[in-house]
């Protein structure tokens, strides 16, 4: 379960998100990712660090690199003026050649470890 509005991520069960209460979505519609620079994909942004934690491990064994943005301003980098202080978040990506391979992981991660909790208090 989603929150249509702010994307976090519920175990079964909620039907509300406890910020911004709105009902909760089975998926989030997907819109296409755009490179951050030339030859770099995002592949997920999150606010929880054991899903950070789980995606990291299986990328390490599948032997793929990556990159990670992570901190309490990450939302200023994508241009959204918001007001400080913002909640902890990460965005890992990859280069661009991977990363059907590497979502391919983070939704395999997910499947087996839901639910992540967000979002965070």
């Known amino acids: 379960m989603f929150c249509p509005s702010c994307q976090a991520e519920y175990r079964e069960g909620f039907t509300e998100c406890s910020d911004c209460g709105v009902a909760?979505?089975?998926n989030l519609e997907q819109k296409p990712r755009e490179e951050i620079v030339a030859?770099?994909?995002?592949?997920?942004?999150?606010?929880?660090?054991?899903?950070?934690?789980e995606?990291?491990?299986?990328?390490?064994?599948a032997g793929v690199p990556y990159v990670i943005e992570a901190g309490t301003a990450l939302a200023l980098l994508g241009g959204r003026?918001?007001?400080?202080?913002?909640?902890w978040q990460a965005r890992l990506?990859?280069?661009?050649?991977?990363?059907?391979?590497?979502?391919?992981i983070v939704q395999q991660a997910r499947?087996?470890?839901?639910?992540?909790?967000?979002?965070?208090s």
Do not use: N, Q, Y
């Not at 499947?111 to 965070?120: A, C, I, Q």
């Open 39 to 53: 030859g770099l994909m995002p592949v997920v942004e999150t606010s929880s660090s054991a899903e950070l934690g």
């Open 81 to 87: 003026e918001e007001d400080v202080p913002h909640p």
């Open 55 to 61: 995606i990291v491990d299986r990328l390490e064994k």
């Open 24 to 26: 909760l979505v089975w």
């Open 93 to 104: 990506s990859v280069a661009t050649e991977l990363s059907e391979r590497a979502e391919r």
């Open 111 to 120: 499947r087996s470890h839901r639910p992540f909790e967000s979002p965070m």
